[in-house]
């Protein structure tokens, strides 16, 4: 049973920083692309980040490029989002999820966590 569990959220002010921490089980981590989505209220779900299968390769939505960090370590079946001056338009509800295929599309990702709350207040 593939398992994603997020953890890390949490209250921030505006221009502080967030870990966020997406644990996985269940199938083989190193072979597989991770991806960071949110959603905040009201909105569509959207893509953050990703990582490719040996972080080797990542990328970034604008809206976050320069100030978050995708990381993941294989040998602890990990992913990591550092995210740095945060701002009240960062908050949502942000989700890792698994893919196959490097893609920024949501339909491209098989397996989702239940989600971690991020709120940035000014």
């Known amino acids: 049973q593939v398992q994603l569990v997020e953890s890390g959220g949490g209250l921030v002010q505006s221009g502080g920083s967030l870990r966020l921490s997406c644990a996985v089980s269940?199938?083989?981590?190193?072979?597989?692309?991770i991806g960071w989505f949110r959603q905040a209220p009201g909105k569509e779900r959207e893509f953050v980040a990703r990582?490719?299968?040996?972080?080797?390769?990542?990328s970034y939505a604008d809206s976050v490029k320069g100030r978050f960090t995708v990381s993941r370590d294989n040998g602890k079946n990990t992913v990591y989002l550092l995210m740095n001056s945060l701002k009240p338009e960062d908050t949502a509800v942000y989700y890792c999820?698994?893919?196959?295929?490097?893609?920024?599309?949501?339909?491209?990702?098989?397996?989702w966590g239940q989600g971690t709350q991020v709120t940035v207040s000014s």
């Open positions: 990582i490719n299968y040996s972080g080797g390769s990542t």
């Open positions: 999820a698994i893919g196959a295929r490097w893609s920024t599309g949501q339909t491209d990702y098989s397996y």
């Open positions: 269940g199938l083989t981590f190193s072979t597989y692309n």
